[in-house]
């Protein structure tokens, strides 16, 4: 409020082709000692000066020099107690010795010259104490913190990426990022690699600024490790990928985790076939001497076994006639997120994996096979990309489909070879007319289940139910 008056007086003392007025410390100290801390002392004294510019300017020659020269010390001598005396109570040993430099370089030299030799003090007091502060909040390896992506990985994948141990996680708890710091980060981080860490993941969530000394500093970690980095903002990845550096930028720890298992496991299937001509994959033959594979079969017993295990009711074997064999090999797309849902799926064997949004193509192995051509580009990175959670056998998901038309939510892809029952809608209203009661066991194992994806509410479930058992009392 005392500057936006000063600088309104001061805008009107120049439209009056007055001087400029500014706020001084000096008689605001002195009002202060002298016990003025109202509005009251500041009127009083503005109205004294005007009096003393109108009429009282010869009488200046009457006031004592020794009342001028003591109202002068005592200002000195107040701020020198106020800032080197009493301020060793809050200030750090060093900031001390910052001040007592200055003012002893004051009083050798002038005031610029010791204003500007405080500031380079100053930088160099911060340089030094931010510089020997923690700048990381844990680094460890991946493996020894028990740190994997949410992707589903077989028994044997993940025990060779613990047994490999090739991944180092660090998470930075600054919020500035200069030379200083990165040398204390280099410092706690060389030591964790070791001989066979093929990836380095930061996590700067608490960044806010990066220098671009720090940028330089990324150069000096081993060329042989993959620098990957996540957590950053819109500003900072900007200037990070400005700066051209061989640093991959995820969103998250899981999709980093994700690209850095899979390029292990990538590198482990090259090694394990020894040759390139291996990694790629033959077309197809168009020789009619050679039939074609047999398609793969199930037996029914193993089809109403699945249907048993997946609704936990017995009776309803005789449905085993109503669904369909859908196969998926590795990597296949069984159905993409906004597609028309066929009907409900119960998983038979293997794993799938739910993604939500557009995901990037996956990383295959040698002689692996995408079914869908357009994979890549039909699941690109998006910002709204995340991955959900895994489907194994005994599991059944897109229920609501039997009921109502709808769209996928979701995509779904196999991780493994996989085998899946599929029961429509319209096979499900055959299945009601044959066979009623099995069809109410069905209705009633749906509505007991909560863990569904897409659910109805439980009125619209307990009348599709009633409507049920009145079409069978009908039979």
């Given at each position: 409020?005392?500057?936006?008056i ?19 410390l000096?008689?605001t ?17 503005a ?17 004592p ?38 003012v ?24 030094l104490?931010?510089s020997?502060?923690s ?26 990426i ?12 600054c ?10 980060i ?31 500093g ?19 990845e900007?200037?990070?990928?400005r ?5 991959y930028?995820?969103d ?8 850095c ?27 009619p ?32 006639e109503?669904?369909q ?15 028309v ?10 794993v ?23 994979l ?17 056998a ?10 109502v038309?709808?769209r ?42 909560q863990?569904?994806?897409?659910w109805?509410p439980?009125?619209?479930v307990?009348?599709m ?11």
């Amino acid at each position: 409020r005392e500057f936006q008056i000063a600088g309104c007086a001061s805008c009107f003392a120049g439209l009056a082709l007055g001087s400029v007025s500014y706020v001084s410390l000096s008689p605001t100290r002195l009002n202060v000692d002298a016990g003025g801390a109202g509005r009251v002392s500041g009127l009083a004294c503005a109205g004294v000066c005007f009096l003393w510019i109108l009429g009282g300017m010869p009488l200046t020659a009457y006031v004592p020099k020794i009342v001028v020269g003591g109202l002068l010390l005592h200002l000195a001598l107040g701020y020198l107690l106020d800032g080197l005396w009493e301020s060793r109570k809050l200030l750090s040993k060093g900031e001390h010795a910052v001040v007592a430099s200055i003012v002893v370089y004051y009083f050798a030299t002038d005031f610029a010259p010791a204003i500007l030799m405080g500031l380079v003090l100053s930088c160099l007091s911060f340089v030094l104490r931010y510089s020997q502060s923690s700048t990381l909040e844990f680094v460890c390896s991946a493996a020894d913190a028990r740190m994997f992506s949410n992707r589903y990985r077989s028994l044997v994948d993940r025990q060779y990426i613990r047994q490999l141990n090739g991944i180092v996680v660090a998470r930075t708890s600054c919020s500035h990022l200069f030379f200083g710091s990165i040398a204390s980060i280099l410092a706690e981080v060389l030591p964790n690699l070791q001989q066979k860490t093929s990836f380095l993941i930061f996590d700067f969530s608490s960044l806010r600024t990066l220098d671009s000394s720090a940028l330089a500093g990324f150069s000096k970690f081993p060329q042989e490790t993959q620098l990957v980095a996540i957590g950053l903002n819109f500003t900072l990845e900007t200037q990070v990928r400005r700066a051209s550096l061989s640093i991959y930028l995820f969103d998250n720890i899981d999709e980093a985790l994700e690209w850095c298992e899979d390029r292990l496991l990538k590198f482990q299937r090259m090694r394990e076939k020894g040759d390139v001509s291996s990694l790629l994959l033959a077309p197809q033959s168009n020789n009619p001497s050679i039939s074609p594979p047999d398609p793969p079969a199930l037996a029914r017993a193993d089809v109403e076994t699945a249907i048993h295990v997946a609704f936990r009711e017995d009776g309803l074997a005789i449905l085993s006639e109503f669904v369909q064999l859908v196969f998926a090999k590795r990597h296949e797309v069984v159905f993409e997120e906004g597609g028309v849902a066929n009907g409900l799926y119960i998983v038979v064997s293997g794993v799938l994996q739910i993604y939500y949004g557009h995901q990037r193509g996956v990383v295959l192995g040698p002689q692996e096979l995408v079914v869908d051509a357009n994979l890549k580009r039909s699941f690109g990175q998006g910002s709204s990309a995340s991955r959900g959670r895994a489907v194994k056998a005994g599991d059944i998901i897109c229920e609501a489909a039997l009921f109502v038309p709808h769209r996928h939510q979701w995509s779904l892809i196999a991780e493994t070879p996989c085998v899946l029952l599929l029961l429509t809608r319209d096979r499900l209203l055959v299945a009601e007319q044959q066979h009623p009661r099995a069809a109410v066991k069905l209705h009633r194992g749906l509505m007991l289940m909560q863990n569904a994806a897409c659910w109805l509410p439980v009125d619209r479930v307990n009348d599709m139910l009633q409507d049920t058992r009145a079409r069978s009392s009908t039979f």
